[in-house]
């Protein structure tokens, strides 16, 4: 089945940057959308950014728009999120998750174990 992994979170200063993966060793992530998503102790989990199999379009909530950045990288069956000018508010365990295409949270599935972000000076 889907094994997602998450990677290249870590501590950062208000302001600073962060670059996500987001990878499969087992199956190709070509044909799936792939979902960027994030947990803070004592909130629910949240869409962060989606980014379509079929056509590539990207998705993004309102509060990380003009701030992060999805992308995949097909011969590397890797997506990426490029987090820039982050805010402590964007501390959370960040995780990844596969879809049919980008819609409803409850339509993704295999979630990898996520990476911590904390942004905090």
């Known amino acids: 089945q889907v094994q997602l992994v998450e990677s290249g979170g870590g501590l950062v200063q208000p302001g600073g940057s962060l670059r996500l993966s987001c990878t499969d060793s087992a199956f190709t992530l070509d044909f799936y959308a792939i979902g960027w998503f994030r947990q803070a102790p004592g909130k629910e989990r949240e869409g962060v950014a989606c980014?379509?199999?079929?056509?590539?379009?990207?998705h993004y909530a309102d509060s990380v728009k003009g701030r992060f950045t999805i992308s995949r990288d097909n011969a590397k069956n890797t997506v990426y999120l490029q987090m820039n000018s982050l805010k402590p508010e964007d501390t959370a365990v960040y995780l990844c998750?596969?879809?049919?295409?980008?819609?409803?949270?409850?339509?993704?599935?295999?979630w990898g174990q996520g990476t911590q972000v904390s942004v905090s000076s």
């Open positions: 998750a596969v879809d049919d295409d980008c819609g409803a949270e409850g339509g993704f599935h295999s």
């Open positions: 980014i379509s199999s079929k056509d590539g379009i990207t």
